[in-house]
């Protein structure tokens, strides 16, 4: 019944601490209050994606990226009423405070009405080869091998069909046969699942231009290999507010160079960093197509996504970047095997 205790935070906590709190509760979100537990503001995974966008640190305070000014409502019993006000004001949660503006429970949309069902196809690609996975998969396709009792793949469908997705199409090449011998057709997931044979390899773009099916709806496009705890919804959601061609996931990546730094003006110098650390946006292999970019790949021919969308580029073609702040892991080396083997009990079970 407390439960919603857990996602209070202080002011001064730091933002990595809050996606941490945010993650092991499963709220997504976070409320900021005072000593006397007065509500100071909100911090939902938007307002966190929103502030990576903006270059803010994962080591500032929550307080940089809060809402300051979330919608509240007092303690009521008419649930159509709390529905109706999430609805108008399009939000997740609502922060229920007594006279004072003291925190004293919270109402969620998704207690009030059952998961929502998408008709958006995903298109997973399970064609590679997998060869720095050696030997691993040398007699088994990189989205087969098992990771907490099951393959990389079940997991990526379970996770999918938990967010309301039904409709799936697998791109296969090396060793499909056991891939579909596995899944079929999805009846046992109680999901439909087609596949897409490439002949040749097609690369991370080229099997779309194959799909069997025809949609009008944004299609979700991941590679084979990776786990991740994204919200598609949010994802979703995201491309379609934002009326762009394609969206793609994007995770911060911080690397440290392990010298000191020497900043210099021609023959002066003029600092000095030791080790810092640089912060980028890498891609992390999944996107939200809109269905008209697939007469922009070339059909049966291997092609990249990112020279499909380096050409969206030159052709000033609307595109977004939706940054992830879940735990996500890209499984193409064995260094990262190990890690997804040593951290799937804690992350998906």
């Known amino acids: ?95 229920v405070v007594d006279d004072s503006g003291i925190v004293i429970g919270i109402e969620r949309l998704d207690d009030l009405i059952q998961p929502e069902k998408f008709d958006h196809w995903v298109l997973i690609m399970a064609g590679g080869l997998g060869k720095r996975l ?110 762009v061609h394609a969206t793609v996931a994007v995770r911060s990546y911080d690397y440290q160079v392990p010298y000191g730094v020497i900043k210099a003006s021609r023959d002066r110098l003029i600092g000095f960093e030791e080790k810092p650390v640089y912060s980028s946006l890498v891609n992390a292999g999944i996107y939200t197509i809109n269905p008209e970019v697939i007469e922009r790949i070339p059909k049966n021919q291997y092609y990249d996504m990112d020279q499909l969308l380096k050409n969206m580029l030159q052709e000033e073609a609307p595109l977004a970047v939706f940054p992830i702040r879940e735990y996500w892991i890209d499984i193409g080396t064995m260094k990262e095997f190990n890690r997804a083997v040593e951290e799937y009990n804690e992350v998906f079970q």
């Open 1 to 95: 019944m407390d439960e919603w205790k857990k996602i209070l935070i202080p002011a001064d906590t730091e933002i990595q601490k809050t996606i941490e709190m945010i993650d092991k509760n499963g709220m997504q979100i976070a409320f900021v209050v005072d000593r006397e537990q007065k509500l100071l503001g909100t911090v939902t995974d938007g307002d966190i994606r929103r502030g990576l966008l903006k270059g803010i640190g994962l080591n500032r305070s929550v307080i940089e990226i809060m809402n300051q000014r979330p919608v509240t409502i007092p303690a009521m019993k008419n649930k159509k009423s709390v529905l109706q006000i999430l609805k108008i004001n399009k939000l997740r949660h609502l922060p």
């Open 134 to 243: 050696s030997p691993l998969t040398e007699h088994c396709p990189k989205p087969m091998l098992n990771i907490g009792g099951k393959p990389i793949l079940e997991t990526m469908l379970i996770n999918l069909i938990e967010q309301g997705f039904r409709r799936f199409c697998v791109s296969v090449h090396y060793k499909a046969e056991q891939i579909q011998g596995y899944f079929g057709d999805g009846t046992k997931w109680g999901v439909e699942i087609r596949y897409i044979q490439e002949e040749v390899m097609l690369g991370t773009a080229g099997a779309l231009s194959l799909l069997p099916v025809r949609t009008d709806k944004p299609i979700l496009v991941m590679n084979g290999d990776i786990l991740t705890k994204l919200s598609m919804d949010q994802m979703l959601n995201f491309h379609e507010m934002h009326q």
